[in-house]
């Protein structure tokens, strides 16, 4: 596969975690890279963006402030950190490629990783 997501799991409210994703193959890293995330019964819906060189980003106003997305080209990964979590944060979440402007879909898919934020 050509992203793998790693790192999710349970979080208490108010805690943080921290995505990762590893791409594959050298084009990867001239693509605009982010991470979208689906909620049952709903859409879904990019929660960051990052252009090829790190330089341009795009956050939505409903994570704004809270997460924060990265990347390294040199190891083939980005990340999304994501802080002060709320249960509606709750979803799978996946890394997503060659997505133009930024925040739209790109045709590659990671497989998705489970968020879950509960006392």
Not at 10 to 16: D, E, H, N, T
Request: charged fraction near 20%.
């Amino acid at each position: 596969a050509p992203l793998v997501e790693s790192g999710g799991g349970l979080v208490q409210p108010g805690g943080s975690l921290r995505l990762s994703c590893e791409f594959s193959g050298r084009i990867f890293s001239s693509y605009a890279l982010a991470w979208f995330r689906q909620a049952p019964g709903k859409e879904r819906e990019c929660v960051a963006a990052i252009n090829w060189s790190g330089v341009g980003t795009y956050y939505p106003d409903s994570v704004k402030g809270r997460f924060n997305i990265s990347r390294d080209n040199a190891k083939n990964m980005v990340y999304l950190q994501m802080d002060s979590l709320k249960p509606e944060d709750t979803a799978v979440y996946y890394c997503n490629a060659d997505g133009e402007p930024l925040g739209a879909a790109g045709a590659y898919w990671g497989q998705g990783t489970q968020v879950t934020v509960s006392s």
